[in-house]
């Protein structure tokens, strides 16, 4: 009888053990992958072009012209942007001036496709994604004052 009862526990022992040294499931190191910058750069320009203005379009309303103008121009950026990154490399204060006029003009071209009320949006939904609509005051929090 004692000896069933032993060999019972090192059975169960043995098993607890080996249940906790099993690997790591493939959905989170999936979702690790995912979170991580490498999922993007397996795009080319024109492929990250295509979803941005696909999200635009749904997002904003876009017609189909104007999606198909946004298209041109998100590959005409991301080509700009691989231009500057092969220029001036990890150096971002050598090419500020001309990230910044190419930022300009990019946003002139994008006010000229899209219309008054989808330009406001896109500008309100910016805003709202970097944090701007989150917190009031300017993000300041105001302390409670005893009574």
């Known amino acids: 009888m004692k000896k069933t009862l032993l060999l019972l526990a090192a059975l169960a022992f043995t098993t607890a053990g080996t249940s906790?040294?099993?690997?790591t499931p493939a959905a989170s190191t999936a979702r690790k992958a995912h979170k991580g910058r490498d999922h993007k750069d397996n795009k080319t320009p024109a492929q990250k072009a295509d979803y941005h203005a696909a999200?635009?379009?749904?997002?904003?309303g876009l017609t189909a012209d104007q999606e198909a103008r946004v298209e041109q121009l998100l590959v005409a950026r991301q080509q700009e942007s691989a231009a500057f990154k092969a220029k001036y490399g990890t150096d971002k204060k050598a090419g500020r001036t001309d990230m910044q006029a190419s930022r300009q003009r990019y946003q002139t071209q994008l006010k000229s496709i899209l219309t008054a009320d989808q330009y406001a949006k896109m500008s309100q939904m910016k805003d709202e994604h970097r944090g701007h609509g989150k917190?009031?005051?300017g993000g300041k929090m105001k302390m409670k004052t005893k009574a």
Do not use: G, V
């Open 20 to 23: 906790f040294a099993q690997t």
């Open 55 to 60: 999200k635009m379009a749904k997002d904003l």
């Open 135 to 137: 917190m009031k005051d």
